[in-house]
């Protein structure tokens, strides 16, 4: 049973500030690893994704990986109002397109 | 800019009542997905499709749900008979072999009354 294990929140930061969202995953044969945002009403939009264990950066957001200890992270720098959402953490075992597993996800709240 | 297609948007139907959604994947991706969201469940993968063939429906209720993709240009996810408990936001995504992220529609909001 593939899961993936993400704390609900809400998660408040003052803007300006940075934002760190975790996410733990079960099961060790995963790949692929990725962030979504979703806002309320709408569907998830792609942030960013990473394979290798390490820093992937691009812009504000940095992904984190540990294959390891199996847990993956997202820092949002400058926070801002705009990032209020939620963040979806996503796993693929394998290559190709297969279906992704979802956690629940983080309710972020940026603080003016 | 290419983007998933999904209609309805919204649908509110009596339980009982047959229900039909139909998706567009971005021209050139090969898989398509159907997930359901719940405030409860989250995401959850319902069914998929590569090259049109069904991959993985398993996380569909075999008694009420179908889906099929007649053509590449179009994918549908069917539920007859409609329960409430099928209230829940219907999101189809695309991706290719090539660009492993997924690609989401805007959903059908679907409520069983």
């Known amino acids: 049973q593939k899961e993936v294990e993400q704390n609900s929140g809400p998660l408040s930061v003052p803007e300006g500030a940075i934002a760190s969202l975790n996410c733990t995953y079960s099961?060790?044969?995963?790949?692929?690893f990725f962030w979504y945002r979703q806002y309320s009403g709408k569907s998830p939009e792609l942030i960013m994704f990473i394979y290798s264990n390490g820093d992937k950066e691009d812009g504000r957001f940095t992904a984190q990986l540990n294959k390891a200890s199996q847990y993956v992270s997202l820092l949002i720098r400058d926070s801002q109002p705009s990032d209020s959402a939620t963040y979806l953490c996503?796993?693929?075992?394998?290559?190709?397109?297969?279906?992704?597993?979802f956690g629940k996800g983080t309710h972020l709240i940026i603080q003016p | 800019d290419a983007r998933v297609t999904q209609t309805p948007r919204h649908k509110v139907t009596e339980m009982g009542q047959e229900v039909t959604m139909r998706c567009q994947p971005i021209l050139g991706h090969n898989t398509v997905f159907w997930y359901r969201q719940t405030m409860m469940q989250g995401l959850e993968l319902l069914a998929y499709f590569r090259n049109r063939a069904p991959l993985d429906d398993s996380g569909m209720p075999k008694d009420r749900f179908s889906a099929e993709m007649p053509d590449a240009t179009l994918a549908t996810l069917k539920i007859q008979p409609s329960e409430p408990r099928d209230s829940a936001v219907y999101f189809c995504a695309s991706g290719s072999l090539r660009d492993s992220p997924l690609h989401f529609g805007n959903g059908t909001r679907l409520t069983v009354t």
């Open positions: 099961d060790r044969g995963s790949q692929s």
């Open positions: 996503a796993v693929k075992v394998g290559g190709g397109a297969d279906g992704l597993t």
